[in-house]
């Protein structure tokens, strides 16, 4: 499968963004997918995951209640949407998809990776 992630961009602090990233070359509904990003100087974190039917989600905890993972398997492609902005949000995010049955918060788990979008959050 293959990803393409969009919507990146620079937002002041409080401000929203939303993410997209599209998959082709693949059946969609058959990858878990992820959302992950990679600030400067650290490494890549995972920040939120959605199943295949897209019922079932988790998040970390530093964007849990800000930050929303959906997906459209009509339309092939997975969703971040983020509300209240932090300066530390601004990394690199990339999404990602996983060939497996369960949710997995864990980057390794991901095989297939799409290139990430810079987002900046001013103060």
């Known amino acids: 499968v293959q990803l393409q992630a969009s919507g990146g961009g620079l937002v002041q602090a409080g401000g929203s963004l939303r993410l997209s990233c599209a998959a082709s070359?693949?059946?969609?509904?058959?990858?878990?997918m992820g959302w992950f990003r990679q600030a400067p100087g650290k490494e890549r974190e995972v920040v939120a995951t959605i199943n295949k039917s897209g019922y079932r989600r988790d998040y970390a905890d530093s964007v849990k209640g800000r930050f929303t993972i959906s997906r459209d398997n009509t339309k092939n492609t997975v969703y971040l949407q983020m509300n209240s902005l932090k300066p530390e949000d601004t990394a690199v995010y990339s999404c990602a998809a996983a060939f497996r049955s369960a949710l997995s918060m864990v980057v390794d788990a991901y095989g297939y990776w799409g290139q990430g979008t810079l987002v900046t959050v001013s103060s």
């Open positions: 070359g693949s059946i969609f509904s058959s990858y878990v």
